[in-house]
């Protein structure tokens, strides 16, 4: 049998429909980003393997499951990036970003993990990623919070919930860490195989377990936020007055650990509860010690990833509808040297800037007419053998009752944008 070629699995095509959810968004977060001083940067959609080993950290579900990774022709381990943040530490210390100060850095673009593909969750997915690196907070921390709110508000998206925590510092860690093992060893009968694994090599994973037959343990668990330091209590204190004081709405949820090794104190998601288990829309937190970790002078950072897929999902929950503009013009030409004459006219009319839509692909005058009714367009510019001779052509309104005239090429730019 001889099958046509598809997409891989939990890859998607976005198509056109679906790509002006994504244009829209897109667009509202460069200019929002701008307001609060974030520049683009594009980075690589792979890296060396080794990158993602060493700052996701080797026992978590990324790197032991869903990374596509595999030798290039070289032999050189590569890896398609699961998510955006390593590749900037790694480009901001390659690039000595940061020498003369902190920066503000956002980026976007696909990501891919080995997961089970299903609603809200895919293999290329993608992210909008959002970095402050030098940056001790907790304004930064508030700061990012609060450009999220404000995102949220433009896409008319309400029901979203703010999760905040704290996990505090290596030394807190250290010191949980002790009491979790101790606390799962005593319930080693309930762990699954992969908490039984990571029990010595990273316990706090199985914190952010999905599994639902471990959430009731989990529960119980001791909490990071019983551990933290003065300082790291302090940071998480003035970020809430900050919220507080930004009229964001916010809840402390001590079971909020996110599935990376490099988060430090703030930890972040919203989540809504219109989709599902794949609910989270938006997660993130501070990563104190990743520069210094891969080998950059050492300095705070703080930074966010949001999935492009859910966000849309939620704007078509909330019938969003992106604000579009039909077209100016549809130009209809029929007859021996109008095509010429037609599209100088469309390319002069783009110069002004307008959108103009030029018939292709031939056909008589009545057919080219329904094409023109049909794209939306608020008028039809037509170019027959009488208005070529006479060097002129017809504009005729397509959503209005205004007649048809015979005018100069020239002066229809200024008539179509006189009727907005
Ligand atoms: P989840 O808990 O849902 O697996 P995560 O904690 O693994 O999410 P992050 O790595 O923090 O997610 O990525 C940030 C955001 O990217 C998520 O909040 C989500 O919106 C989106 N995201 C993550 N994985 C996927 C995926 N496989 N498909 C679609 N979107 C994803
Ligand atoms: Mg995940």
Same mark, same amino acid.
């Given at each position: 049998?001889?099958?046509?070629?598809?997409?891989?699995?939990?890859?998607?095509?976005?198509?056109?429909?679906?790509?002006?959810?994504?244009?829209?968004?897109?667009?509202?977060?460069?200019?929002?980003?701008?307001?609060?001083?974030?520049?683009?940067m594009?980075l690589?959609?792979?890296e060396?393997?080794?990158l993602f080993?060493r700052s996701i950290g080797?026992?978590t579900?990324i790197v032991?499951?869903?990374?596509?990774?595999?030798?290039?022709?070289?032999?050189?381990?590569?890896t398609?990036r699961p998510e955006a943040t390593a590749g900037i530490v790694r480009a901001v210390i390659?690039?000595?970003l940061?020498?003369?100060?902190?920066k503000r850095i956002w980026t976007s673009g696909?990501m891919?993990r080995?997961?089970?593909?299903?609603?809200?969750?895919?293999?290329?997915?993608?992210q909008i990623d959002v970095e402050a690196l030098?940056?001790?907070?907790?304004?930064?921390?508030?700061?990012q919070?609060?450009?999220?709110?404000?995102?949220?508000?433009?896409?008319?998206?309400?029901?979203?919930?703010?999760?905040?925590?704290?996990?505090?510092?290596?030394?807190?860690?250290?010191?949980?860490?002790?009491?979790?093992?101790?606390?799962?060893?005593?319930?080693?009968?309930?762990?699954?195989?992969?908490?039984?694994?990571?029990?010595?090599?990273?316990?706090?994973?199985?914190?952010?377990?999905?599994?639902?037959?471990?959430?009731?343990?989990?529960?119980?668990?001791?909490?990071?936020?019983?551990? *933290?330091?003065? +300082?790291?209590?302090?940071?998480?204190?003035? #970020?809430?007055? =900050?919220? %507080? @004081?930004? $009229?964001?709405? /916010?809840?402390?949820?001590?079971?909020?650990?996110r599935g990376f090794d490099y988060y430090n104190?703030?930890v972040?998601?919203?989540?809504?509860?219109?989709?599902?288990?794949?609910?989270?829309?938006a997660g993130g937190g501070r990563y104190d010690g990743l520069i210094?970790q891969l080998?950059g002078?050492?300095a705070p950072a703080c930074g966010f990833a949001m999935?492009?897929?859910?966000?849309?999902?939620?704007?078509?929950?909330?019938?969003?509808?992106?604000?579009?503009?039909?077209?100016?013009?549809?130009?209809?030409?029929?007859?021996?040297?109008?095509?010429?004459?037609? *599209?100088?006219? +469309?390319?002069?009319?783009?110069?002004?800037? #307008?959108?103009? =839509?030029? %018939? @292709?692909? $031939?056909?008589? /005058?009545?057919?080219?007419?329904?094409?023109?009714?049909?794209?939306?367009?608020?008028?039809?510019?037509?170019?027959?053998?009488?208005?070529?001779?006479?060097?002129?052509?017809?504009?005729?309104?397509?959503?209005?009752?205004?007649?048809?005239?015979?005018?100069?090429?020239?002066?229809?730019?200024?008539?179509?944008?006189?009727?907005?």
């Amino acid at each position: 049998m001889n099958k046509n070629i598809q997409a891989i699995r939990g890859m998607n095509d976005i198509l056109p429909e679906e790509a002006k959810f994504w244009d829209f968004l897109e667009s509202a977060v460069g200019g929002l980003f701008a307001g609060y001083g974030y520049g683009n940067m594009r980075l690589p959609v792979v890296e060396a393997t080794q990158l993602f080993n060493r700052s996701i950290g080797e026992v978590t579900d990324i790197v032991e499951r869903e990374m596509y990774t595999f030798p290039d022709r070289n032999g050189d381990s590569i890896t398609l990036r699961p998510e955006a943040t390593a590749g900037i530490v790694r480009a901001v210390i390659e690039h000595s970003l940061l020498h003369d100060g902190p920066k503000r850095i956002w980026t976007s673009g696909p990501m891919f993990r080995y997961e089970r593909p299903q609603k809200g969750r895919y293999r290329q997915f993608h992210q909008i990623d959002v970095e402050a690196l030098g940056f001790a907070g907790p304004d930064v921390d508030a700061e990012q919070i609060a450009m999220l709110a404000r995102l949220w508000k433009q896409l008319g998206i309400t029901d979203v919930e703010l999760h905040i925590n704290s996990i505090g510092d290596a030394e807190a860690r250290a010191e949980h860490r002790v009491d979790l093992v101790k606390y799962f060893e005593a319930h080693l009968d309930q762990l699954d195989e992969d908490a039984r694994r990571r029990l010595h090599s990273n316990p706090l994973r199985t914190l952010d377990s999905k599994n639902p037959r471990l959430q009731h343990l989990v529960e119980a668990a001791p909490k990071l936020i019983d551990y *933290l330091d003065a +300082a790291a209590r302090e940071h998480f204190t003035a #970020l809430q007055a =900050l919220l %507080h @004081a930004a $009229g964001i709405g /916010f809840v402390v949820d001590p079971r909020l650990v996110r599935g990376f090794d490099y988060y430090n104190r703030t930890v972040f998601e919203w989540i809504t509860t219109r989709l599902g288990s794949q609910g989270t829309i938006a997660g993130g937190g501070r990563y104190d010690g990743l520069i210094g970790q891969l080998g950059g002078k050492a300095a705070p950072a703080c930074g966010f990833a949001m999935g492009v897929e859910r966000i849309v999902l939620l704007m078509k929950e909330y019938q969003f509808v992106a604000p579009a503009r039909s077209a100016d013009a549809y130009i209809v030409y029929v007859g021996d040297g109008t095509a010429a004459q037609a *599209l100088r006219l +469309a390319e002069s009319l783009r110069d002004a800037g #307008l959108i103009v =839509l030029m %018939h @292709a692909g $031939g056909g008589n /005058f009545k057919t080219q007419m329904k094409k023109a009714d049909s794209s939306g367009a608020r008028f039809a510019i037509i170019i027959g053998p009488e208005e070529l001779a006479a060097g002129e052509v017809s504009l005729k309104p397509l959503r209005a009752a205004d007649a048809q005239v015979r005018i100069a090429p020239t002066r229809v730019a200024g008539i179509i944008q006189q009727s907005v």
